[in-house]
């Protein structure tokens, strides 16, 4: 199913810790957005010099790969999952058409789509297609996708 200009961008954000597989963490970020070469950073924890944490990000804005990204992401969804999104877009977003989810960093190293409501996670900031962009039309838009999507 095509999403013609459902979303404008995706921003991500993956925290690596020095106890996790980083290059597994990485093969995970490569499902999730095939084809990216995300910005690298490290950060000291707050316990010193044996807590460092590597930081991952990047934006991702060609159409194409936010339509894959969609794709992908709803497919491997169960319609369950798919139903408590439909339900949890007014509080997953802002006044800006940002829709936050998190996908769990574990299930997504099995090449696995789960959406947390908090936790170790990566983040994602989804910039909602909303004219004019508004909290209302953008979750309006959404839930019409989403209500297609499940019943089809």
Known sequence: ???INMIHNIKYRLFVY????EDKLLEGLNYIFPDILPEKEEAQGIF????EIIIYS???TKKRHTNEFLN???ENLSTDDIKKLYNDLDKKTD???NLFLRLSKEAIQ???FIILDGGDSIHLKIKIAAFPAKKEIAIKNMKE???EYINN
């Open 1 to 3: 199913m095509p999403m």
């Open 18 to 21: 020095n106890d996790e597989d």
């Open 48 to 51: 010193g010099e044996d807590d």
């Open 58 to 60: 990047g934006i991702i």
């Open 72 to 74: 992908n992401l709803l």
């Open 95 to 97: 006044e800006q058409c």
């Open 110 to 112: 099995d090449e696995k």
């Open 145 to 147: 996708f989403l209500y």
